[in-house]
């Protein structure tokens, strides 16, 4: 849309009527600065207050929206480009939901891997894992049922396991806890790496902690793991199925990969007034960065399909998908994070077999 040419449209209108800006303004119900914003082109006139800058004016909403008069010929065209217009601005404006919180807009980016990887370690580096909520075992995340009550990794004692993405050790020590035998650790962050080292050292926990990007060869043993997990750990991946093909090397015949991730429909509906709001759509897999706080991140939203797909063809064979919410935890909540977990699942669990 273009604001310069829609401003100086509304200026040469309201001149036609025979207003001043101030005038314009008084009938409008809004300030003449407002006025002078908009005929300046830095910023349109709100939802709220455009029937009314037609009616004053003697235009209609196309016409606005085109910034010029259009003839009978050109009305049709002009409505569809408008129509383009209106449906990019709202794709570019999709919030960025991150776990249970809606934090403002996300800009669309071109996936470099080297930036994703140095933008997202810087945050981990500085940010500790409580600003996105549960992310260590035994939870998977907000309002899904705990590894406590679903078992999804199964026994796991004297199994050798590694964590991907395994941040301040936290879902480690659960693994040791639970009587694994040989734990091994990968993260891109060496900060994050030195945190789960002094933590696990502080529990009596003997680990192997590895410090590399997951898509990367980082010389773990090959065919010898009988478990590898992460929670919210595979989603910061830049390439899915090279990550899963590593996983699958790592893993001794028959072994399991369990891996939590937040739900593709949870980032796409935002709640407003107690109402459900698509704000983003489900098959938008473009890169972004967006803001939390004052630190950035590099994301990509995937659909269902394009987890299973990249499992089936890396050589995974899927025995369980979870989507459940625990719903007495959600609704006890009283937050529209739990309002909307009753309604959608907010974090999806895949438990498969190294086929
Ligand atoms: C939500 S935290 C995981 C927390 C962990 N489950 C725990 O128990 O504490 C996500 C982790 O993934 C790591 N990470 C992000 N991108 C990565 C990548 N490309 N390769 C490996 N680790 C990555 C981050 O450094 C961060 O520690």
Redesign the pocket.
């Known amino acids: 849309m273009n604001q310069v040419k829609i401003g100086r449209f509304i200026a040469a209108m309201r001149k036609q009527q025979h207003l001043t800006q101030r005038e314009f303004a008084e009938l409008l119900g809004v300030s003449d600065k407002t006025v002078s914003k908009w005929e300046c082109g830095n910023g349109m006139p709100e939802l709220s207050y455009m029937q009314s800058v037609c009616k004053i004016l003697q235009i209609d909403l196309n016409e606005l929206f085109s910034g010029e008069r259009l003839t009978d010929t050109d009305y049709k065209k002009k409505a569809e480009e408008n129509m383009m217009n209106l449906i990019e601005e709202a794709e570019s404006l999709k919030k960025n939901i991150v776990g249970g919180s809606v934090l403002g807009t996300a800009d669309d980016i071109e996936m470099d891997k080297y930036e994703?990887?140095r933008t997202?370690?810087a945050?981990?580096?500085t940010a500790g894992?409580e600003l996105?909520g549960a992310?260590?075992?035994p939870a998977w995340g907000n309002f899904f049922p705990s590894e406590d009550k679903l078992r999804l990794l199964g026994d796991l004692t004297g199994k050798s396991v590694l964590?991907?993405?395994?941040?301040?050790?936290?879902?480690?020590?659960?693994a040791a806890d639970s009587g694994a035998a040989g734990l091994y650790g990968?993260?891109?962050?060496e900060?994050?790496i030195g945190r789960?080292w002094e933590y696990l050292a502080s529990q009596g926990i003997n680990a192997k902690l590895v410090c590399?990007?997951?898509?990367?060869e980082c010389g773990l043993p090959a065919d010898y793991f009988d478990l590898v997990y992460?929670?919210?750990?595979i989603g910061?991946?830049?390439d899915l199925n090279r990550?899963f093909e590593r996983v699958r090397s790592y893993l001794k015949k028959d072994g399991i990969f369990v891996f939590g991730w937040s739900h593709p429909i949870h980032k796409c509906v935002s709640i407003e007034k107690g109402r459900l709001v698509f704000d983003n759509s489900y098959f938008n897999e473009k890169w972004y960065s967006a803001n939390i706080g004052d630190r950035e991140i590099m994301l990509s939203n995937r659909m269902m399909s394009t987890y299973v797909n990249a499992l089936a063809d890396s050589g995974f064979v899927i025995e369980k998908l979870v989507e459940e919410i625990d719903r007495e935890r959600a609704a006890a909540s009283g937050s529209d994070f739990g309002r909307k977990a009753l309604m959608l699942p907010t974090v999806f669990v895949i438990r498969a077999r190294k086929g």
């Not at 990968?186 to 962050?189: A, K």
């Not at 590399?212 to 990367?216: L, N, T």
């Open positions: 994703v990887h997202n370690t945050f981990w580096s894992n996105l992310t260590a075992l964590e991907i993405g395994c941040g301040g050790g936290h879902s480690l020590k659960y990968l993260d891109i962050s900060e994050q789960a590399s990007p997951m898509e990367e992460s929670v919210y750990g910061w991946t830049t990550t």
